[in-house]
């Protein structure tokens, strides 16, 4: 419950920063597999788009749906946030962890 809860906050706090309506949900679908994953958000900034994937659990390493949107298509998913209960990182992957807080510098 804790996560939809994150999830909705950060929703609220697009909205009001980008002066748009967010989409909360997007559905991405991997070719050649029976199901959707979920990215939590996509958001576009000077014609590249960028994925925020929300975790509120300690496995915030894990991020299937991010991982096969960024396999699948890497030239249009440059940017790979997660924000989380930890702190400030780079990944090799290019991933960047953030804390939750820092959602309001995005």
Same mark, same amino acid.
């Given at each position: 419950m804790q996560h939809s809860s994150y999830q909705n906050d950060l929703t609220? $706090?697009?909205?009001?920063?980008?002066?748009?309506? $967010?989409?909360?949900?997007?559905?991405?679908?991997?070719?050649?597999a029976i199901s959707c994953m979920e990215l939590d958000f996509v958001l576009k900034d000077k014609g590249r788009l960028f994925i925020i994937e929300v975790k509120s659990g300690n496995d915030y390493h894990r991020h299937a749906a991010l991982?096969? $949107?960024?396999?699948?298509?890497?030239?249009?998913?440059?940017?790979?946030?997660?924000?989380?209960?930890?702190?400030?990182?780079?990944?090799d992957s290019g991933v960047i962890y953030l804390p939750l807080y820092m959602a309001m510098f995005l």
């Open positions: 609220i $706090a697009l909205i009001k920063a980008t002066n748009t309506i $967010a989409i909360s949900c997007i559905f991405f679908h991997i070719l050649h991982d096969n $949107a960024h396999a699948e298509n890497p030239e249009r998913f440059k940017r790979r946030i997660v924000l989380c209960k930890g702190n400030v990182e780079a990944a």
